[in-house]
């Protein structure tokens, strides 16, 4: 599921692509952009961004029953969802452009009254949190030190937040079974960080870079799978430019010549 801006169609709208049949398939339809998909754990539910009141406001859409857009939440400033709890109860998503904190990370429970729960709001931007697979913690970035690096902070809370990368960071994702955690690192390079739990300690590894990508550090950069062997990179088309063609006429005439 991409967010993708059709000149002969408008704004951007979601689209889905089928890799095995190489099948582009619309999911939105509203004039207005919509952008940021979020497919729910079990593959039902899709939560995206969109600016059709004003700001960018939360909304969802199931992907097995047609229907219209469901409107999740509608606040001040721009909402973008982040990452679902693995239950498929809570939405981890940004509040961005606010005075004064500029970026912060808020939980939206998908039951009862549906009241946003603050988890990070600072005078440091805070951003792309990615909930573990066990739920029990978020990875976020934050710029507090001076520039962005990943911590680990639980969820609900209260507790008191890892650092994971050491020389900047960026874009954190979890491996399946909790036990690692990738990140993009300085010159794009994604990079593995060791996590786990020993009795009441919890232990960060040493960073481990894997390989550079090509990108513009804009929306979902990457994807990885379950057992952490493969990556989807969103990258930039770099057009090759082909050697100019020299075209000579009337060249006998200088055989001719000699």
């Not at 704004?11 to 979020?38: H, M």
């Not at 693995?86 to 939980?107: F, K, M």
């Not at 804009?218 to 990885?224: E, F, I, R, T």
């Amino acid at each position: 599921m991409i967010d993708v801006s059709d000149p002969h169609v408008g704004p951007p709208d979601l689209w889905i692509y089928e890799v095995a049949r190489g099948l582009r398939t619309r999911f939105t339809f509203d004039p207005r952009p919509d952008n940021s998909p979020v497919w729910s754990p079990d593959g039902t539910r899709v939560a995206f961004s969109s600016i059709r009141k004003g700001d960018f406001d939360l909304y969802i859409k199931s992907y097995t029953t047609p229907g219209e857009e469901e409107l999740l939440l509608q606040a001040e400033y721009d909402q973008v969802p982040m990452s679902w709890s693995p239950d498929g109860q809570y939405l981890a998503y940004c509040n961005r452009g606010v005075p004064g904190t500029g970026s912060d990370i808020w939980v939206l429970p998908l039951f009862g009254d549906r009241q946003p729960i603050r988890f990070l709001q600072t005078g440091f931007l805070e951003d792309g949190p990615q909930f573990s697979p066990d739920g029990r913690w978020i990875a976020y970035v934050s710029n507090e030190s001076g520039r962005q690096e990943v911590y680990v902070a639980p969820f609900p809370g209260p507790g008191w937040k890892l650092q994971i990368s050491t020389v900047g960071g960026s874009k954190p994702r979890w491996r399946q079974d909790g036990r690692e955690i990738y990140y993009l690192a300085e010159e794009n390079r994604i990079t593995a960080v060791g996590f786990g739990q020993k009795g009441s300690t919890f232990e960060v590894g040493s960073a481990t870079p894997l390989f550079p990508i090509r990108t513009q550090r804009l929306g979902s950069v990457y994807l990885v799978s379950p057992d952490g062997q493969r990556f989807l990179v969103n990258t930039e088309f770099e057009e090759q430019v082909s050697s100019p063609l020299t075209l000579v006429l009337n060249w006998t005439a200088d055989l001719k010549k000699k």
